[in-house]
Each structure stands twice: as C-alpha cells, then as structure tokens.
C-alpha cells in the first residue's frame, strides 16, 4: 500500500476542505440491503471517517482502518457512534476474522492499495453474499458564479489547470501516473479486474458545494500531489536559509499559482480570494461485487468440514 496523507497539515486541510460523502452513496450502493441492519462493515483506508459515518447506520458493528495515525485521531474525535471502532490496520492483512464482514467499503482508497492482495483478503473475509464496495469521486468542475462569459469555457480553464496540477509530479512518476489514470478513467479498469462475476459499476451520484477561491486553494492543499511536490522542492532548497527557502516554497507552491491563473482567466483579479464563488460539482462513481460460494470455497481455509458447516450456517442465516 502507498501511504500518503499522514502528515498533520495535510489530515487538517483533507477534513476542512474535502466535499464530505452524501448519504445517498450509502442508500444507493447498499440497495436491498439498506432495509436491514447488518451484522459488520469493515471500511478500509477510512482516513478521517468520511464514508464510515454514512454507511454505518445500516450495521451492528463497524470496524475502520488505514494505517495513518493521524487520520485514525481525527475520525475519532469526531465519532459519536459507539459500534464504531477505528484501529490502525492495512488494506493487504485485513485485521479480521475469516467469513465476517457482511460489507466492505474502500472510499478513495482503492488506487494505493496492492489490490492483488487486497483482494484476495477480501475473499477471506466476505461473507458468501457479501458485498465489496469501492468509490471515489473525480471530474471536478468549478463553475463561475455571477461571472461574465461563457460559463462552460471558464469552467473548461479550471479543469486544465488542474490536470496541469496533478502532472507536477505525475509526469515524472510513472508508479503515480498509473494510479491517477485508474481515477481519471472512473475505475473502469477496476471494474475489469474485480475477482467477482456479480459486479456493477456506477456512476450517477454527484456532489456540490458553494466555494470560494479559499476553499479551492484549501482543496488542492489536501491533494496528495501537493504534498508531494512541495517535500520535494523543500528537499531540493535545503541549501537556502529558512527564509530564503520560505520564500521559494511560497513562489512555486501551486495552489497560490492555480488560484492565481484562475482568477486571470476569468477576469477577477482585483477581488480577494473570499470574494470569487463558484460552484464545485464533484462526480462519484465505483464499483459493487458481489461474493459467491464459488469464490469462498476457492479462498477457504479450513481444518475440516465441521468448520465448514458452522461457517455456512452463519452465512445462510445471514443471507438465505
């Protein structure tokens, strides 16, 4: 698994300025399951608890992991459900028990896990019937509000400059490149390489907020890419004086030049930050399978049938 947002800075900026998940993502990717109240969800790569908090309602007990620390702290201080748990734990060694989880949930996660492995801890884990989860969001638009010109063309600006955004360190990483793709493409290529013959992709839920150009500055704060970028040309300006470096930094840091080119392109260079809005409309999508007896046998690990027929009984009573 590739480990990024863990710093303390960028877990801030994730909770503060993220588009937090709506509870229709839940009610829709759970379909009739929503009605009853199911035994375990584990969500993995859960950060600061975003999509924890709409799917756990529909369970008994939920357990969360990802294996930062500080975002683990923050979904806790904010969790007011008590069969909720939040524990450091790894997308590759699933802390759980074989055949207990009625759902799995991956919420922009799924891109910097291994998924071979995570995969094949899936199948240990998921109940025959049992559901794997995976979304994240992308397509992000800002629209200009109370501007004058072509909308969409304003809108089309944005868009370009942050995909020139993501190719600072895109462009140069091969590793990165491949994992910004699957994003890009709407997980297509997940939808291809998902183990289960049950299996649907979506893409029909989307979510809005009303921002200004702080929110936007702090939004491409909380992307991975900048995080990145910036340690790196920190690394690279070691030999200047604090502030020297400080200075730079503040020159190249691409939120201030996205911001910046912006508000160039749509004529609003004289306002402040706080006082540009926009709508930010951000796109869903994912992938749903579903987990059949062929593919528990396959992955089974067992000492003998009479373990075989109390896990079935569990599963049967759970489903059928």
């Not at 995976?134 to 809108?155: A, C, Q, R």
């Not at 604090?242 to 996205?258: C, G, H, M, Q, V």
Request: net charge neutral; hydrophobic share 35%; with cysteine.
């Amino acid at each position: 698994m590739l480990r990024f947002y863990e710093s303390n800075s960028i877990t801030e900026k994730y909770q503060k300025y993220r588009p937090h998940y709506p509870a229709q993502l839940a009610i829709e990717t759970l379909g009739d399951l929503k009605g009853k109240k199911l035994n375990f969800l584990l969500d993995v790569g859960c950060g600061g608890g975003e999509a924890t908090n709409i799917f756990a309602p529909y369970f008994h007990e939920v357990l969360a992991i990802d294996p930062s620390k500080n975002q683990l702290e923050e979904a806790k201080s904010q969790n007011k459900l008590a069969h909720v748990t939040y524990k450091q734990g790894f997308a590759e060694t699933l802390p759980c028990d074989d055949v207990s989880a009625d759902i799995i949930t991956a919420g922009s996660a799924l891109h910097w896990f291994n998924r071979p492995k995570f995969y094949k801890e899936v199948d240990r884990v998921l109940k025959p019937g049992g559901r794997l989860i995976v979304f994240e969001y992308w397509s992000f638009k800002f629209i200009p509000l109370n501007m004058s010109g072509d909308v969409t063309k304003l809108s089309e600006v944005a868009d370009k400059l942050f995909q020139n955004f993501v190719q600072l360190e895109t462009k140069n990483n091969l590793e990165l490149e491949n994992i910004y793709r699957i994003s890009s493409n709407k997980f297509m290529k997940i939808l291809d390489e998902m183990p289960y013959s049950k299996k649907r992709r979506f893409d029909n839920i989307s979510m809005e907020r009303f921002w200004s150009f702080d929110e936007v500055k702090g939004f491409i704060q909380s992307v991975d890419i900048y995080d990145i970028y910036m340690k790196r040309k920190e690394n690279e300006l070691l030999h200047l004086s604090n502030e020297e470096r400080k200075t730079k930094l503040l020159e190249l840091d691409p939120s201030e030049e996205f911001v910046r080119l912006l508000k160039e392109s749509w004529g609003c260079t004289e306002l402040e930050n706080s006082n540009v809005k926009m709508k930010a409309v951000f796109n869903l999508y994912g992938v749903i399978g579903k987990n059949s007896l062929y593919r528990y046998f396959q992955g089974i690990r067992v000492a003998g049938y009479r373990t075989i027929f109390v896990r079935l009984t569990d599963c049967f009573c759970t489903y059928y």
